[in-house]
């Protein structure tokens, strides 16, 4: 898939305030601090569309973006870490699990984790809500060019191996770098091959 066209919609507090139309949805989400910004500007090659910033948890808003007038590409609130109290916290989460369990739209959830962590916790309660919620996603691998090729490889098959204590089968994955355009076809071609099953669909 080539992106010729990435354009901001809108951003909605709530599900009940994104777009009204049926395009297939895409969502981003991971830890605060992930790279998400930085890989929804290199997927769509379209440098400053998603604000990126130094301070973590700065998306606070269901941030839909329109790419190729033909499906939306939907950067979510991150989670975890970000100086906000519990109140500010609740609402978020409740604002990410309304749009995740109630868009019909939603085709797939992306979950960004940066490879070079060891598996934290509130990423392993994430992931593991969307199978109980049998929410269609997948894990993308940010800042892989932070660490030398082998240990990537590495470091990814340890995560992976790390949920198989729970899971009978395994979600696909992505390594990706935003620096290094690493990753950008895979993703961008797993998206492809969703949208022309569900046009296939439709015949």
């Known amino acids: 898939m080539e992106i010729k066209n990435s354009e901001f919609v809108l951003s909605a507090p709530n599900v009940s305030l994104c777009p009204a ?5 895409y ?28 301070t973590p948890g700065k998306t606070l808003l269901i941030n839909h973006f329109i790419i190729n007038k033909e499906w939306y590409l939907v950067d979510l609130p991150g989670y975890g870490f970000a100086k906000r109290s519990k109140t500010e916290r609740q609402k978020l989460e409740n604002m990410i699990r309304g749009y995740i369990l109630q868009r019909q739209q939603l085709c797939n ?3 960004l984790i940066d490879i070079r962590h060891d598996p934290q916790a509130i990423d392993r309660e994430f ?3 969307l199978g109980e919620s049998s929410i269609p996603f997948c894990i993308v691998f940010t800042k892989a060019d932070k660490l030398a090729p082998t240990k990537v490889k590495t470091a990814a098959a340890a995560w992976m191996k790390h949920m198989e ?4 089968e395994l979600p696909p994955y992505f390594i990706t770098s935003a620096d290094k355009q690493l990753g950008r076809d895979e993703v961008l071609n797993y998206i492809e091959q969703i949208n ?5 669909e439709e015949l």
Request: aromatic share 8%; proline share 2%.
């Open 21 to 25: 139309d049926n395009k297939p949805e």
């Open 27 to 54: 969502a981003f989400i991971g830890r605060s601090n992930v790279g998400k910004s930085s890989l929804i500007n290199m997927l769509c090659r379209h440098k400053g569309l998603a604000k990126t910033s130094a």
């Open 109 to 111: 959830v992306f979950v």
């Open 127 to 129: 992931i593991d809500w």
């Open 165 to 168: 204590d729970r899971w009978e």
């Open 196 to 200: 022309k099953s569900l046009k296939e």
